[in-house]
């Protein structure tokens, strides 16, 4: 199995890291061919407009769509969940979302830097806490009828998944806990 | 949201503080002086923009005292954009601190862009919830500003010249020693500390993990799609552009091509896709005709 992580902007590195701490030898995605060749995608927090342009200024949006069309497992968090995500509330004219996850999302629906935090977050069906770090963080502000809703904080969804498409507005790759990536690499 | 429901955020940890560079990693940060500016600045895809009254080439041309920006513009910039505004504050000036703070910025620069306003002392950026960005030219001086609760170094170059020359000697110096460091023995480790005069902690956390313990972008000097692509190959994360695109012919697609600069740093063929037909770049001064040094700002 290959993993991929789009490697455009933003915290890929950190993902490569988690992932390799898990024996998985993941690849830098920045192009179709590179895409071309993977089983799995992690996208990446970062800025989400800056990712969504290098899309389009490397010829990547309509391969990636494509490809999730077609049931990539794929793992998006924070702004990786925009791009993921079915409408962007208030967003960028042209902004890409692709729609694998039926969410509306509102960007830095959380605030500013001043109120990105840090909280545990307790995922259904695992036995302990996640720790969740929230950085300028998109809200979920709904969610369709086929969206499994897999954790909330404060009663608002944090961790969703549709089909093999898996989203979070929190941070994994900022924690030390790798779970998540290890259940997003050995789900069938 | 009530106080009572938000079930245990906590903020304005060092994981917060130093998450948000963690995520412009790989992107473009731009000096910006007008909300239109700002808005040229996220079409092209920047990652932030830095919020000033007078880009670093205006600020050699005028001379005088350069101080923190007037929180109106400051804030005309944070409405037009919706990606991170970062704001200077004068090296040791934790007043301007507390007012950017109380801005909302999402980072304060600690710059010696700006006039220093203290000779001895930088900002104890621990006290501060905002994350801080500070400016090194070599090791040492990254890790006493890490020591301080910066959660980013940039290196410093030589603002406002357009010449790479500064940015370049920079990052080799920081990067040339953490290969050192993780070569050396414990008892090695005692005086490297004592040379850079930076905590032994901290020395031994990059002899352990080969690198700084925030991330490392680099600025001062940047001009062309090449230039990024030379500072990322050498080992910065980012890049911070000042006065590069503004003071260009012709701003926009500069922008837009040292974002694409940044992120294929390691292809050439895309590098020379994004640096045909730019129009003339910023006009570049030579380091030895300066008259003031920012480099030389910080202690």
Known sequence: ?188 | MTAESMSGRETGTTLVKRGLAEMLKGGVIMDVVTPEQAKVAEDAGAVAVMALERVPADIRRDGGVARMSDPEMITGIQQAVTIPVMAKARIGHFVEAQILEALDVDYIDESEVLTPADEAHHIDKWAFTVPFVCGATNLGEALRRISEGACMIRSKGEAGTGNIVEAVRHLRSIIGDIRKITQADSAELFDWAKQLRAPLPLVREVAETGWLPVPMFCAGGISTPADAGLVMQLGAEAVFVGSGIFKSADPAPRAKAIVEAATNFRDPHILAKVSRGLGEPMPGLEIDGLETRLADRGW
């Open chain 1, 1 to 188: 199995m290959k993993v991929g992580v789009l490697a455009l902007q933003g915290a890929f590195g950190l993902h490569e890291q988690v992932l390799s701490r898990l024996d998985v030898a993941a690849v830098q995605v920045r192009t179709a061919e590179e895409l071309a060749e993977i089983d799995r995608l992690v996208i990446p927090g970062g800025e989400s407009t800056a990712i969504s342009k290098l899309l389009d200024a490397n010829s990547l949006a309509h391969p990636l769509a494509d490809r999730l069309a077609s049931g990539l497992p794929v793992l998006g968090t924070c702004a990786g969940l925009i791009l993921l995500a079915s409408e962007v509330v208030d967003g960028y004219p042209g902004q890409r979302c692709f729609g694998a996850v039926d969410v509306a999302v509102r960007r830095n629906g959380y605030g500013r830097q001043s109120e990105s935090f840090s909280a545990s977050i307790e995922v259904r069906g695992w036995e302990s806490a996640f720790p969740g770090v929230f950085i300028r963080a998109p809200v979920i502000e709904s969610a369709g009828t086929d969206v499994e809703i897999l954790a909330e904080l404060d009663g608002i969804p944090v961790l969703c998944r549709q089909g093999s498409a898996v989203v979070s507005s929190f941070h994994p790759e900022l924690a030390e806990d790798d779970r998540l990536h290890r259940w997003f690499v050995e789900q069938e």
